[in-house]
């Protein structure tokens, strides 16, 4: 050692400094367009180096006495300093969620729908086809199965079609579920999600009184939702489906008020379906959206599942298209936010909390291994029940790849989350297995879905390279990771500010 203090040997005192900043296990990403890099570690701690100190980090020259090592040994990415316990605790913080079992619970009460939508076929039948209704017994059935989850508390989802349009089944499903609630002692939450055009004071009572979160679609401003969704005239509505939705949303707000709630926290959200009308249009999408008091945003892109190949020619986009659109549109809400719009972006949210918070939000499609059937369960009208919503939207098309229950009214629950289909879905979705993606700096946020990759790739597994999924959340968080290491403190606030969620302790429905 005398010969290090000496400072004799050049040679072993580089030794000794290759020692103390010798990196640990990292994954790194050059950004595009930048000369920054992203290392991230295996437990989800992160930086971004300039290019320089990239170098000198991977080549075990760091200067010890930089700002740059002290962030790199406080994150955990010097060997010599490396907290195993540290790191032991952070994923098993963000992986919670795995011990629980299926939380989201979706139920299909009817394909029937009086919209038609431009990217909605498999999901949707005529108003006439009473015979896609869910009846009492599936419902009952349904309900029951869904309350055998391992999971303290669920969430049921009415889905469509519109559930509106068989609202005698939904209100069977809120009492049942109340009743469960109380013999099995889970919390429960119901949700819905409708266009609204059905809706009536009536309907509206009953689901403020049994705590229905209310859900709608909006495409973007009046005349692209017209043109994407066709409500057929009716006395009630001057056929137009934005002014039926826009009425609602504003009343539903409105009765939340009334009964006291804060409207920071309670008012109607709804979907965005990116289309490719859209993408030039994502200002007046955004302005659309804060003009609903909408506060949450999911800039999603259009899914394959629910439309023929024709429409996809119309309606689909490139990728690169819709990142350079989620840029502009998520820019603009940011500087939205500087001037006192509080509104979010999910996406970014859901991929901030894991980065920033170092915990996982639970969202299904985002998470890895994926929800499907250890999370969620998607219940078909018919009673037949399949691990995921896109799954059931498969089998309208006539591929059962995904069915893991055909009957409801005789499922047995361990049958179904240990279905082998939900088995393979475990397997193929754990980013620990995939090629890339266990080369890749976003493996501790991201994920991938079974369900997306066999209808597009041919293969539950998937292709990294070729998924369109992929490269919406590598491109997502190439920009994240560009704004945590570039944007002014006010940014970064409202970046930060978007990891917290409140939960909306209202629609928590606890066994009395
Ligand atoms: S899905 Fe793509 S972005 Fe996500 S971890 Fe895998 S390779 Fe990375």
């Known amino acids: 050692?005398?010969?290090?203090?000496?400072?004799?040997?050049?040679?072993?005192?580089?030794?000794?400094?290759?020692?103390?900043?010798?990196?640990?296990?990292?994954?790194?990403?050059?950004?595009?367009?930048?000369?920054?890099?992203?290392?991230?570690?295996?437990?989800?701690?992160?930086?971004?180096?300039?290019?320089?100190?990239?170098?000198?980090?991977?080549?075990g020259t760091l200067d010890p006495s930089s700002a740059t090592y002290?962030?790199?040994?406080?994150?955990?990415?010097?060997?010599?300093?490396?907290?195993?316990?540290?790191?032991?605790?952070?994923?098993?913080?963000?992986?919670?969620?795995?011990?629980?079992?299926?939380?989201?619970?979706?139920?299909?009460?009817?394909?029937?729908?009086?919209e038609t939508c431009v990217y909605c076929h498999a999901s949707r039948a005529d108003m006439d086809a009473v015979h896609t209704d869910m009846t009492p017994e599936i419902a009952d059935a349904s309900v029951d199965l869904a309350f055998q989850t391992t999971s303290p508390s669920l969430t049921i989802e009415f889905q469509g079609g519109?559930?509106?349009?068989?609202?005698?089944?939904?209100?069977?499903?809120?009492?049942?579920?109340?009743?469960?609630?109380?013999?099995?002692?889970?919390?429960?939450?119901?949700?819905?999600?409708?266009?609204?055009?059905?809706?009536d004071e009536e309907k509206l009572?009953?689901?403020?009184?049994?705590?229905?979160?209310?859900?709608?679609?909006?495409?973007?401003?009046?005349?692209?939702?017209?043109?994407?969704?066709?409500?057929?005239?009716?006395?009630?509505?001057e056929g137009s489906a934005y002014k039926v939705a826009e009425h609602w949303i504003r009343r539903i707000n409105e009765a939340y008020v009334t009964a006291g709630l804060d409207p920071n926290l309670y008012h109607v959200e709804a979907l965005l379906t990116t289309t490719r009308a859209s993408l030039e249009r994502w200002k007046e999408v955004v302005d659309t959206f804060a003009s609903l008091g909408v506060r949450s945003m999911f800039l999603r892109p259009i899914d394959p599942f629910g439309f023929a190949e024709k429409t996809a020619r119309v309606v689909e986009y490139p990728r690169s298209d819709y990142l350079a659109y989620y840029r502009q549109a998520t820019d603009y809400i940011l500087e939205k936010n500087k001037s006192g719009t509080q509104m979010l972006e999910r996406y970014a949210a859901i991929f901030l909390t894991k980065i920033l918070a170092g915990e996982d939000p639970n969202f299904l499609d985002i998470r890895s291994p994926e929800g499907a059937g250890i999370g969620a369960l998607a219940y078909n009208y018919d009673g037949s029940v399949f691990s995921s919503d896109e799954g059931r939207m498969l089998h309208e098309k006539g591929d059962d790849t995904f069915l893991v229950a055909p009957d409801v009214r005789t499922a047995r629950y361990r049958d179904v989350v240990g279905h082998p289909t939900v088995r393979a879905s475990v397997l193929a979705s754990n980013l620990d297995g995939q090629p890339d993606c266990v080369d890749c700096p976003y493996n501790p946020y991201c994920g991938t879905q079974?369900?997306?990759?066999?209808?597009?790739?041919?293969?539950?597994f998937g292709r990294m390279r070729e998924s369109s999924v992929c490269n919406v959340h590598k491109g997502i968080q190439d920009y994240l990771f560009e704004k945590l290491a570039t944007a002014d403190a006010e940014t970064l606030d409202t970046l930060h500010r978007w990891t917290t969620l409140r939960a909306r302790e209202h629609f928590l429905q606890r066994p009395e």
């Open 205 to 237: 009572a009953y689901l403020l009184e049994h705590k229905v979160q209310i859900c709608t679609s909006i495409d973007g401003p009046h005349d692209l939702h017209d043109k994407q969704r066709k409500l057929p005239l009716a006395p009630t509505n």
């Open 70 to 114: 002290a962030t790199l040994r406080e994150r955990n990415f010097l060997k010599a300093h490396h907290d195993v316990d540290a790191a032991r605790a952070r994923i098993e913080r963000r992986r919670q969620h795995l011990d629980r079992g299926p939380i989201l619970h979706m139920m299909i009460v009817t394909l029937r729908c009086n």
């Open 162 to 199: 519109e559930p509106l349009a068989n609202f005698p089944i939904v209100q069977r499903i809120c009492e049942r579920a109340k009743k469960k609630s109380q013999e099995t002692g889970k919390t429960v939450e119901l949700t819905m999600v409708s266009n609204l055009s059905l809706m």
């Open 450 to 460: 079974t369900a997306h990759n066999h209808k597009t790739l041919g293969t539950i």
């Open 1 to 59: 050692m005398s010969h290090l203090s000496t400072h004799e040997d050049g040679a072993l005192l580089r030794n000794v400094a290759t020692d103390v900043s010798t990196p640990a296990f990292f994954r790194f990403r050059k950004l595009p367009e930048s000369d920054r890099v992203v290392v991230t570690n295996l437990e989800g701690n992160w930086a971004v180096l300039g290019s320089a100190d990239f170098r000198a980090f991977v080549s």
